[in-house]
């Protein structure tokens, strides 16, 4: 009677330890956001950047960190010098800035920088497949890419299609951008394609 009692209390144990289980839902895996400041180079440094397909193809970078909300980025590619100047939010990079100058220009105080418009959004959060914002979307967040000096995995891959024309930028944590192509569909067998690709960062 004893060994009855013992089995039958032991039985409805697990049955209420089987009902708080079903009565706790599964709590989902939320990544956590990743610091959109690791998406550029170091302050004060000079990206080198190899083209092919066009005379303007290939360009430096110079990055300066304005403050911790703003990074200035000089551009050169031989035919023009672009200043732009990005804002960097929990969400998002956003281009604020973009204008033609000469070749030592001065930067903005962090006062003009916080009233610079929006021009366009770089990167969003969430950094995974599918995310899309302004006709940019996520394919990849585990792309690989040979530079031909170095090779890049867990590589985010964005593209933009308009037209005939697709954008694709290449993004590494830690460095930032490291390809841009260009491809145009043409009356061609082949498409005509331009791209930059990051050589060394010094």
Same mark, same amino acid.
């Given at each position: 009677m004893r060994h009855y009692v013992l089995v039958l209390a032991l039985a409805f144990l $697990?049955? !209420?330890?089987? /009902?708080? %289980?079903k009565d706790d839902p599964v709590q989902p895996i939320v990544q956590d956001p990743i610091s959109l400041l690791s998406f550029f180079p170091p302050d004060g440094s000079?990206?080198? $950047?190899h083209g092919e397909g066009n005379e303007f193809a290939s360009f430096t970078l110079h990055t300066t960190y304005l403050d911790p909300q703003h990074i200035? #980025? &000089?551009?050169?590619n031989g035919g023009v010098t672009l200043l732009k100047i990005y804002r960097i939010t929990d969400?998002? *990079?956003?281009?604020?800035?973009? /204008?033609?100058?000469?070749?030592?220009?001065?930067?903005p105080n962090p006062t003009e920088t916080a009233a610079y418009p929006v021009l366009e959004t770089i990167l969003q959060q969430p950094?995974? &497949? !599918?995310?899309?914002? #302004?006709?940019?979307? *996520?394919?990849? *967040?585990?792309? +690989?890419?040979? +530079? !031909?000096?170095?090779? =890049?995995?867990?590589?985010?891959?964005l593209t933009r299609t308009e037209?005939?024309?697709?954008?694709?930028? =290449? $993004?590494? #944590? !830690?460095?930032?951008? *490291?390809?841009?192509?260009?491809? %145009? /569909?043409?009356d061609q067998e082949h498409? $005509?394609?331009?791209?930059?690709?990051?050589?060394k960062i010094e």
């Open positions: $697990f049955a !209420g330890c089987s /009902e708080e %289980m000079i990206a080198y $950047f200035a #980025q &000089v551009e050169d969400s998002k *990079i956003d281009l604020v800035y973009r /204008e033609p100058v000469d070749s030592n220009p001065s930067l950094l995974q &497949v !599918g995310t899309s914002f #302004q006709g940019w979307t *996520i394919q990849s *967040i585990t792309a +690989t890419v040979d +530079t !031909g000096k170095t090779v =890049y995995s867990n590589v985010i891959q037209d005939k024309f697709t954008t694709t930028k =290449y $993004f590494v #944590q !830690g460095i930032g951008l *490291i390809r841009t192509e260009d491809t %145009m /569909e043409t498409p $005509f394609i331009v791209t930059s690709t990051l050589q």
